[in-house]
């Protein structure tokens, strides 16, 4: 293997990280360029997002008001910020009381990533089994019918969903709080996605 091979092992580094990435040396409006067209070219995947597609939100209300289902929603004391999604929807993220959803392809090639989010959330004085909860009664992903199985279709993976959806929203039973007091942190991309 060539030194810079990114995929090379040893004192070079190892897929992507090592010594022979070195810095770019751009100056200020030459990193802007470069970041503007990150923006364009990768933020925005390149694709023609076309005309806003339907919200399944309203369907949703539609069948709590029938009685048919429990919207679990974000609440103030969440302390949700607001972003913009790819589509230019204002959406609603909570930055407290998360239920983390783990992920076995982030936790296998991102080694220590969940740890070190909830080391992050403790030393900005977060509690455990209050401002957040390390799930250990998780339940399963999407990837087995989504990536592996290749029979993934709509029922499934709203199956998957609502029943990921359910246990963050009685999670918080179990440490004496109302049902809905977790929201799911999704760290998984399939699960997020879905």
């Known amino acids: 293997m060539s030194e810079h091979d990114p995929n090379t092992t040893g004192a070079e580094g190892v897929a992507g990280h090592g010594s022979f990435f070195q810095d770019t040396n751009l100056n200020a409006n030459e990193a802007e360029a470069a970041t503007e067209w990150v923006r364009r070219q990768v933020d925005r995947r390149t694709v023609d997002l076309g005309d806003r597609m339907d919200d399944i939100r309203e369907h949703m209300w539609?069948?709590?008001?029938d009685g048919?289902?429990?919207v679990h929603r974000i609440t103030d004391d969440m302390e949700p910020v607001e972003v913009e999604t790819?589509?230019?929807?204002?959406?609603?993220?909570?930055?407290?009381?998360?239920?983390?959803?783990?992920?076995?392809?982030?936790?296998?090639?991102i080694p220590g990533y969940p740890a070190s989010l909830m080391w992050f959330m403790n030393q900005f004085g977060f509690e455990p089994g209050k401002d957040y909860l390390d799930e250990t009664d998780q339940t399963s992903c999407t990837a087995w019918n989504y990536h592996g199985s290749g029979i993934g279709n709509v029922e499934s993976l709203s199956a998957v969903f609502l029943r990921n959806f359910h246990q963050a929203y009685v999670s918080g039973q179990q440490h004496g709080h109302q049902a809905g007091h977790f929201f799911p942190l999704v760290h998984c991309?399939?699960?997020f996605g879905n």
């Open 68 to 70: 048919e289902i429990i």
């Open 62 to 65: 539609e069948l709590e008001k």
């Open 189 to 191: 991309g399939t699960s």
């Open 86 to 109: 790819l589509f230019g929807w204002t959406k609603r993220v909570p930055t407290k009381k998360l239920w983390h959803h783990k992920s076995c392809g982030q936790c296998g090639n």
